[in-house]
Nanobody, 114 residues
């Protein structure tokens, strides 16, 4: 399985960005696709995840600002990020989980300037 992310960049506080992650390869159904982020000096943390059945989880810090969605037919997951804050800065990683297996994208940098 390969995950290819796109959509990162530099944005001012209050702005918006949209991330995309396309999965390819042998992808099994009943999986979970999501986004994690890692800020400098901090551990990687869950931002949002979405099961193929539609169950969504958000980190408390992004609730009301970020929206995760997916296109199951294209094995693609999206993250719409609004009202961005400097503390949202970090490397964002796409993640795909199936049973005990997990795959990661290469990461995309998001920098929010104040």
């Amino acid at each position: 399985v390969q995950l290819v992310e796109s959509g990162g960049g530099l944005v001012q506080a209050g702005g918006s960005l949209r991330l995309s992650c396309a999965a390819s390869g042998s992808i099994f159904s009943n999986n979970i696709m999501g986004w994690y982020r890692q800020a400098p000096g901090k551990e990687r943390e869950l931002v949002a995840s979405l099961t193929s059945g539609g169950i969504i989880t958000y980190a408390d810090s992004v609730k009301g600002r970020f929206t995760i969605s997916r296109d199951n037919a294209k094995d693609t997951v999206f993250l719409q990020m609004n009202s961005l804050k400097p503390e949202d800065t970090g490397v964002y990683y796409c993640n795909l989980k199936w049973r005990t297996l997990a795959w990661w994208g290469q990461g995309t940098q998001i920098t929010v300037s104040s």
